[in-house]
């Protein structure tokens, strides 16, 4: 499967701890995306590396959310001191990047559940 | 950021071409519209991507008005797999943090 994969799939964790989520995008693609998406909502934009590069960051992403991409390959998120409200699902997309080919492609996702 | 507006939902039933519009008034010269398509537990899908006039691939068509304020995506002879949450997308493609999804057009197709 040449796709973007997202690890874990599911993650139940209590309040106050630290959770991370794995992203890796298509080989070739040089742009990640992070998005959350609530229940009954559009996904919204957390930030996007160009290669490894973090270029862009919502204000979503608040002071206990790092995301990192070293050597421009696999992105994580970081969650520090989970809240109940952080409960969502976490997306991943990846795109090639300029001229003609930015479609996003997006992973099947991180489900958080924070108890 | 160019704000998009949707449907919440709609309903068809199988075999018919459904059509769901898309109104974005704001949109920037720059922008491009994308629609993607979503069903539960899962990251939303590519559909299709256009500027301007028509576009179509193997699964959709995407109309754009000469005013760009609207698009429409249609879907011809759908099925029971189409049902599905459909997302308009609008924003410049090398700047990814300016598009934004709306809440989508919720798809039920009945048999």
């Known amino acids: 499967d040449t796709g973007v994969s997202q690890n874990p799939r599911h993650k139940i964790t209590k309040r106050g701890q630290n959770v991370t989520f794995r992203c890796d995008p298509i080989?070739?693609?040089?742009?990640l995306y992070w998005y959350r998406q609530t229940l009954g909502q559009g996904p919204e934009f957390l930030t996007y590396?160009?290669?490894?590069?973090?270029?862009?960051k919502s204000r979503l992403l608040s002071d206990r959310f790092s995301a990192e991409r070293p050597k421009g390959s696999f992105s994580t998120l970081e969650i520090q001191r989970t809240e109940q409200g952080d409960s969502a699902m976490y997306l991943c997309a990846s795109s090639l990047g300029g001229g003609s080919g930015d479609t996003q492609y997006f992973g099947p996702g991180t489900r958080l559940t924070v108890l | 950021l160019a704000k998009t507006t949707q449907p919440i939902s709609m309903d068809s039933y199988e075999g018919q071409e459904v059509n769901i519009t898309c109104s974005h008034n704001?949109?920037?010269?720059?922008?491009?519209i994308t629609w993607y398509q979503q069903f539960p537990s899962q990251g939303p899908r590519f559909i299709i991507q256009?500027?301007?006039t028509k576009v179509t691939n193997e699964v959709a068509s995407l109309f754009i008005p000469a005013d760009r304020k609207s698009s429409t995506l249609s879907l011809p002879r759908v099925s029971l797999s189409d049902t599905a949450v459909y997302y308009c997308?609008?924003?410049?493609?090398?700047?990814?943090?300016?598009?934004?999804f709306g809440d989508g057009t919720t798809l039920t197709v009945k048999p």
């Open positions: 256009g500027y301007k």
């Open positions: 590396f160009q290669n490894e590069a973090q270029l862009e």
């Open positions: 704001n949109i920037a010269t720059n922008d491009y």
């Open positions: 997308l609008v924003g410049v493609r090398t700047n990814a943090g300016k598009s934004t």
């Open positions: 080989s070739e693609h040089n742009r």
